[in-house]
């Protein structure tokens, strides 16, 4: 059964530092370029990094220098860990492959308060 959990999310102050963490469970974990995905409130849901399996980053304009995508393929973990973080990050963020052929998880809410 394939699975994806989200966590490590919270409040935190503009400036301040989150890293998150997301678990895939019945899927082969390291031949998939898996993406973080970030929906703000009111908005679509919009791929914010990505990796391969051969760990080359891709990152959205608006993180560039402050995220990093990473991943633990002996875990099956994905990871992102955010820096100087801003009120603009705020939203539900989700982990799923860079083609979002997985079911969706419950998602990790990260609120940035100016």
């Known amino acids: 059964q394939v699975q994806l959990v989200e966590s490590g999310g919270g409040l935190v102050q503009a400036g301040g530092s989150l890293k998150l963490s997301c678990a895939a469970s019945?899927?082969?974990?390291?031949?998939?370029?898996m993406g973080w995905f970030r929906q703000a409130p009111g908005k679509q849901r919009e791929l914010v990094a990505a990796i391969g399996s051969a760990a080359i980053p891709y990152y959205t304009d608006s993180v560039k220098g402050r995220f990093a995508i990473s991943r633990d393929n002996d875990k099956n973990t994905l990871y992102l860990q955010m820096n100087s973080l801003k009120p603009e990050d705020t939203g539900v963020y989700y982990c799923?492959?860079?083609?979002?052929?997985?079911?969706w998880g419950q998602g990790t809410q990260v609120t940035v308060s100016s």
């Open positions: 019945g899927i082969i974990f390291r031949l998939n370029t």
């Open positions: 799923n492959t860079r083609t979002t052929v997985l079911p």
